[in-house]
């Protein structure tokens, strides 16, 4: 009975590097949220995903960053050419399809990767 | 545009103590979704409530309970006989749901420190 399942929890790049976040949903969900917290602040939405389609990216930074979450594997969060103002944690959640106001927000999330840029 | 507001950056307490944590919100929607979430130090997120916007009845479960008060778009969240466990960030946030979207709102969030 596996939750939201990230990795790595912890990664390390230099300015410039590349940064790939891995989200594994919940079993049954096939909603995939990500959520960016920086340095003691609240959690700010980047981009919700559903199999193989981008839902709502207006959160998701115009350049070097992009997501997806393809019909086979996890979802994945993109950052080229990291700079140092992209550390923070990144968090993933999940829900099942939408089906009106019962299961609304019902969001799981998993225990963030944080992302530190030297 | 959806905005959750926690104006209380950090509260420290003494154990045994009653704690309120304050959350207002703003929302043209009718519809909405409010919720508050536990960021205890390992860092994961944890969900402790969501309310409807139709539902103003406050919630009570073992020491925790909830106030909402459309007339003052507040959601309170108390906390009674603080524990030292209590310690974390807390998180109030909002999902409005006229326009379609599904994306929570969060407030900056209020650590809680509960001395022994």
């Known amino acids: 009975n596996a939750g939201v399942m990230q990795n790595p929890r912890h990664l390390v790049r230099r300015r410039g590097q590349e940064a790939r976040l891995r989200c594994s949903p919940m079993?049954?969900?096939?909603?995939v949220y990500w959520y960016r917290q920086l340095p003691e602040e609240g959690l700010k939405f980047m981009v919700y995903l559903q199999k193989e389609n981008i839902i709502d990216e207006s959160g998701m930074p115009k350049e070097r960053f992009s997501a997806e979450f393809p019909k086979e594997g996890p979802s994945i969060l993109r950052i080229q050419q990291v700079v140092r103002g992209d550390s923070a944690a990144y968090f993933c959640?999940?829900?099942?399809?939408?089906?009106?106001?019962?299961?609304?927000?019902?969001?799981?999330f998993g225990e963030g990767s944080r992302l530190t840029v030297l | 545009a959806q905005k959750v507001t926690q104006a209380q950056t950090e509260i420290s307490v003494v154990e045994k103590e009653d704690v309120t944590l304050d959350c207002v919100y703003e929302?043209?929607?009718?519809?909405?979704?409010l919720f508050w979430y536990k960021q205890p130090p390992s860092g994961e997120l944890v969900f402790l409530i969501r309310?409807?916007?139709?539902?103003?009845q406050n919630e009570i479960s073992g020491r925790y309970s909830w106030n909402f008060q459309k007339s003052t778009s507040s959601f309170n969240f108390t906390i009674t006989a603080s524990q030292v466990v209590d310690s974390a960030v807390y998180f109030c946030?909002?999902?409005?749901?006229?326009?379609?979207?599904?994306?929570?709102?969060f407030g900056s969030g209020t650590r809680l420190q509960v001395q022994p």
């Open positions: 959640a999940s829900s099942p399809a939408p089906t009106g106001h019962s299961n609304t927000g019902e969001l799981f």
């Open positions: 929302t043209r929607d009718t519809t909405y979704y």
């Open positions: 946030a909002l999902i409005a749901m006229d326009t379609g979207r599904r994306a929570l709102t």
């Open positions: 079993k049954g969900h096939s909603h």
């Open positions: 309310r409807n916007s139709f539902d103003e």
